[in-house]
């Protein structure tokens, strides 16, 4: 990858994908409303063990097991996160955070969000 990619809150993001709730390594269960996800991988992928590109959901909540380790920023939105413990965490833009592979995590999408992530998974993608 020669392109330096940056992005700031607030930025259009490009095109996305659909990306459905539909992986069975990560068990999705949608618990409030009818959230919708799209993204893009915009470097690593199939064959890498690291990913990194734009994701962006609607209002809603869904648990699922996280895939890879995972920083991510928020570029626009608010999301709270809950982990399997009970332990809450609310985010909006400029904020960053980072999810563990193979914990069960509650997404509450409270607005519309779009966030930039970099993930790694030494089994690969």
């Known amino acids: 990858m020669n392109a330096r990619l940056t992005y700031k809150p607030g930025d259009d993001v490009g095109v996305l994908e ?45 648990e699922c097991n996280e895939a890879s380790d995972e920083l991510q920023t928020v570029l626009s939105g608010r999301v709270r996160v809950v982990s399997a413990d ?8 400029g904020m960053s955070f980072f999810t563990r592979r193979g914990e069960r ?19 690969g993608f």
Do not use: M
């Open 86 to 93: 009970g332990s809450a965490n609310e985010f909006g833009p």
């Open 18 to 62: 659909p990306w459905p709730f539909t992986g069975e390594a990560s068990d999705y269960t949608i618990v409030r409303g009818s959230p919708q996800a799209s993204g893009r991988i915009d470097g690593g992928g199939p064959g890498h063990t690291w990913r990194l590109g734009i994701w962006r959901c609607t209002e809603g909540a869904f």
């Open 105 to 123: 995590v509650t997404w509450d999408i409270l607005e519309d969000v779009t966030k930039v992530f970099y993930s790694l998974n030494q089994d």
